[in-house]
């Protein structure tokens, strides 16, 4: 167990709908990161925030977008879902690095969304 | 953006036998994590590595960040049944103050014939 929880586990839709994922973070850590692995992409990394404030953008499409609340939990939203939006999402969480140094991340168990 | 090539895709093995796979960058990265991922689960940390050359064990895997800085390798040692599952190399290269994005790998699948 990472300590990253994250809501729902499985998720099923329809196109055209918009959808809202959960994380809390492990205790402590200030940064969230939301992933997408698909079977052909592999691991994508979408966003960052880091207390609150959104730090990195990856591979995220203008349909998606995130938060990091007061409480550092996360929401990825998801909108206008397209049957190429059904995959794994991941969210990770990660402390300051020693001496300064990378961060290192802990994913949670992920969320399975199917769009139908 | 970035890729990792990351290699064999996926390995059948028999139980007692060591492992080795890798990645390869065309540019640098400043630490290397290696992950391995259960199905239906998130990717578990198994070895971060954070210096050139440095050769870092965790049990029966060992794992090495290459002096080049673009490559590194995973070995697994006696494997067992509960070594299946996904290995995922992972590269942090420097962006910024407090911004890390992590590049995966593809993966490499590992079965293990008892």
């Known amino acids: 167990d990472s300590g990253v929880t994250q809501t729902p586990k499985h998720l099923i839709t329809a196109t055209g709908q918009r959808v809202t994922l959960r994380c809390s973070p492990r205790?402590?850590?200030?940064?969230v990161y939301w992933y997408q692995q698909s079977l052909d992409q592999g691991l994508q990394f979408l966003i960052q925030?880091?207390?609150?404030?959104?730090?990195a953008k990856g591979n995220i499409l203008e349909r998606f977008s995130a938060q990091q609340f007061p409480d550092l939990h996360s929401e990825l939203n998801l909108s206008s879902l397209e049957l190429g939006d059904s995959a794994l999402y991941f969210c990770?969480?990660?402390?300051?690095?020693?001496?300064?140094?990378?961060?290192?991340?802990?994913f949670g168990p992920g969320t399975r969304l199917t769009v139908l | 953006g970035q890729q990792l090539n990351q290699s064999p895709q996926s390995m059948f093995i028999q139980e007692g036998e060591d492992v080795s796979m890798n990645c390869t960058s065309s540019?640098?990265?400043?630490?290397w994590l290696w992950y391995k991922q259960d199905p239906g689960e998130g990717p578990v940390l198994l070895i971060a590595?954070?210096?050139?050359?440095e050769l870092t064990s965790n049990g029966r895997l060992t794992a090495q960040f290459g002096i080049t800085r673009k490559d590194s390798f995973l070995n697994i040692s006696a494997s067992i049944p509960s070594d299946v599952g996904i290995y995922f190399c992972?590269?942090?290269?420097?962006?910024?103050?407090?911004?890390?994005?992590?590049?995966f790998g593809k993966g490499t699948k590992l079965s293990v014939i008892p």
């Open positions: 992972a590269g942090l290269p420097y962006s910024g103050a407090g911004s890390y994005q992590l590049t």
């Open positions: 590595l954070y210096k050139a050359g």
């Open positions: 540019s640098i990265f400043n630490t």
């Open positions: 990770a969480s990660s402390a300051p690095g020693l001496a300064g140094g990378p961060d290192t991340q802990y």
């Open positions: 205790s402590g850590d200030l940064s």
């Open positions: 925030y880091y207390n609150g404030e959104e730090r």
